[in-house]
């Protein structure tokens, strides 16, 4: 064996393998060399070898994020933050609090719809809290829904209903004057074309600190579900720049209305690739949020929405899936409602086999019999346990939970009876959507309720992951997920060095108290990404 480049030392490693504990790990070239006691750690030293001792520390495989949207969402967090706001009262004050130049537009983002309790979505609020001549959009917490002030509809030229492709709409009163509430991106384009373009540096500088923070909450990779608009431009820039402390994997998007043309690009795009980033996959929505009233249900939902798929004609989605499909481009479908899920499944149960697995994301409410179908199609479950913890409400008193109604609310977030069921789980953030810290996350699928309140009632506790579970579905799980069972995920000789490393054990603290652990050393490829001692 040659000499380490890198040789950590700690009192717990989790290699996920089922060999015995060790408490020494040692990297080169950008894969892991040896396991073994820290006395073994002399014999893989050379003169030019780092060796660091973290004491009464945890070494994991590295952290992997299910769902991210990086460029997306340095774009859609502009403004103000909007997602402490509870009420209108708040979100009254702090559309008055905030700083907006003459002439300029006010934006926002992060708003939860159940700040308007119970009352429908219109921009009366806006108006109240900066009068009728201020340009606003702010957008809600799903990212598919935007509320924009009367100023902005008259700048965008929007004074009725209008028709799309998709299943966007222009939400209008009873007299058909637009109440101010967008859904689904279609719409929002009207308006958003509109806001003030980002300064490029500014951009960049935004993503180049995004990738830092999130190296240093433990994370070493993460599937990127958009590679559009300056995606290419900004990691070649950030790679000039120097190695990228996360690695990607990214799923451009194909939307509803894509021709052929449209799905050769996505084609094209698969050749796209950097030291640590590449195109591998397609990013489809078979249907949009039970919020906005644009999920896809097997039976309408309470206000008698959410009834039809996001394609106008589904044997499109079915028709676009097979051509990428036949490429052996790894498909990647956001299906929401019990409808949905079941068309997708349906779609992906004739797709050829591909040596990487197809998915499906966020799942929020299925029935029984279509959880036993992701392990028998060998799909991958990809959740994203904080959208369960941090909107909904263990007593149906949520937006979410009245829309669907008790029955189809109690068969939610079925992360437990998916991994029991053999499904391959892995486990995301969907950030901006959701804070991205992976620790957090992890406690929130283990007590299905936000880390840090323990006087929270979870939600459907019987679907709470175990804390092996939780930390597979960010490793092994996600490993198994990209097609890399056979190279990263664990912690082997041969395989990747990608190493998380925190001041708690996540097999065994507390999950409230795991969600704030110390995250001393992140390293990508054998290199350390971010460390604080």
């Not at 994203?384 to 977030?413: M, V």
């Not at 499904?423 to 959701?434: E, N, Q």
Request: glycine fraction near 10%.
């Amino acid at each position: 064996m040659s000499a380490a480049d890198l040789i950590l030392m700690a009192d717990r490693i989790h290699t996920l393998s089922g060999d015995r504990a060790p408490t020494a790990i040692a990297t080169a070239g950008g894969v892991i060399t040896a396991l073994g006691d820290r006395a073994d750690a002399r014999d893989w030293r050379g003169p030019h070898t780092e060796v660091i001792d973290l004491g009464d520390a945890t070494i994991t495989p590295g952290l992997v994020d299910g769902h991210f949207h990086p460029v997306m969402g340095i774009g859609l967090t502009r403004g103000v933050d909007l997602s402490s706001v509870r009420t209108l009262a708040e979100l009254r004050s702090a559309l008055r609090g905030a700083d907006v130049a003459p002439g300029g537009w006010l934006e926002g983002w992060g708003l939860d719809p159940n700040a308007f309790e119970g009352a429908p979505l219109t921009h009366a609020p806006l108006v109240e809290a900066v009068g009728p001549d201020v340009p606003v959009f702010l957008l809600l917490f799903d990212a598919h829904a935007a509320l924009v002030s009367p100023k902005a509809l008259a700048m965008a030229g929007v004074d009725g209903p209008r028709a799309f492709v998709s299943g966007a709409s222009v939400v209008c009163g009873a007299d058909g004057v637009p109440t101010g509430h967008l859904l689904e991106m279609e719409a929002l384009a009207l308006v958003r074309t509109l806001l003030p373009a980002d300064d490029p540096a500014e951009r960049r500088a935004r993503l180049a600190d995004l990738l830092r923070r999130m190296a240093a909450c433990g994370l070493t990779a993460a599937n990127g579900m958009d590679f559009e608009a300056d995606s290419l431009r900004l990691f070649r820039a950030l790679e000039d720049d120097g190695e990228l402390p996360v690695r990607w994997r990214f799923a451009p998007f194909v939307m509803p209305g894509t021709g052929r043309d449209g799905l050769d690009a996505v084609i094209a795009q698969q050749r796209l690739a950097g030291r640590r980033w590449r195109v591998e996959g397609a990013k489809f929505m078979i249907d949009g949020t039970i919020d906005g009233g644009t999920a896809w249900l097997d039976e309408p939902d309470t206000h008698g929405e959410s009834t039809a798929c996001f394609w106008p004609d589904p044997r499109d989605y079915t028709a676009a899936a097979h051509l990428l499909a036949g490429h052996g481009i790894p498909l990647v479908t956001h299906a929401i409602g019990d409808a949905g899920i079941r068309y997708v499944l349906d779609t992906y149960a004739g797709l050829p086999a591909s040596g990487v697995p197809h998915r499906i994301e966020h799942l929020e409410t299925m029935p029984s019999e279509l959880v036993g179908r992701f392990a028998a199609l060998d799909v991958t479950a990809s959740m994203q346990p904080t959208h369960c913890s941090g909107y909904i409400r263990a007593d149906h008193s949520d937006n979410w939970s009245i829309r669907l109604g008790k029955r189809r609310a109690d068969r939610a977030f079925r992360a437990r009876d998916l991994r029991d069921r053999g499904a391959r789980l892995a486990l995301g953030s969907d950030w901006p959507i959701a804070p991205f810290d992976p620790r957090a996350i992890v406690a929130a699928a283990r007590l299905r309720r936000p880390a840090g309140e323990p006087g929270v009632e979870p939600v459907l506790p019987e679907q709470a992951l175990t804390a092996r579970m939780a930390l597979e579905g960010y490793t092994s799980e996600a490993a198994a997920a990209a097609g890399l069972t056979g190279e990263a995920g664990r912690l082997r000789p041969g395989f990747r060095a990608d190493l998380t490393v925190f001041g708690l054990d996540p097999l065994a603290a507390r999950p409230d108290e795991f969600a704030e652990a110390p995250v001393p050393l992140t390293v990508v490829d054998g290199v350390i990404a971010h460390r604080t001692r």
